[in-house]
């Protein structure tokens, strides 16, 4: 036994429901938004282990940034080339000498002494670079 609708009860059924046209079009724009003002940021980083876990790469660098890296050891790297700490300020002084506006990312070991990361702010500081970074963070592990 089956039951027929009447013609008049099926077309209100089709007329009825929220039209979701306009919500995706909102939705286009907002994602067309974020995705033009998005910062797209690598890290910039020389493998050590940072206070907050695990040990990080990072392949490419902004050229405007010069890192330097301080490991468990007490070695100092400029741009991934060691150092010693005595000759902090002169390569940073040579750095800030051909980019004035540029800044100083220093990476630390966690394991790295306190004393050492300071002596190697302070060359900075003395380099005359006054936008001086610090990487921090990682993951727990």
């Known amino acids: 036994m089956r039951m027929h609708r009447s013609r008049s009860q099926g077309h209100a059924e089709d007329t009825t429901g929220i039209d979701l046209a306009p919500m995706l079009d909102f939705v286009l724009n907002l994602l067309i938004f974020f995705i033009i003002t998005a910062v797209f940021v690598k890290e910039v980083g020389f493998p050590v282990n ?81 936008n001086v970074s610090f990487a921090t963070g990682g993951e727990e592990g």
């Open 50 to 130: 940072r206070p907050g876990g695990g040990a990080t790469t990072s392949s490419g660098k902004p050229s405007d940034t010069l890192v330097v890296a301080v490991d468990k050891e007490g070695k100092v790297y400029v741009d991934a080339r060691e150092i010693d700490v005595r000759s902090v300020r002169a390569n940073v002084e040579r750095f800030h000498a051909a980019k004035p506006e540029a800044g100083v990312l220093v990476i630390a070991d966690h394991q790295a002494g306190s004393g050492l990361v300071v002596q190697v702010v302070d060359q900075i500081h003395l380099a005359g670079v006054k």
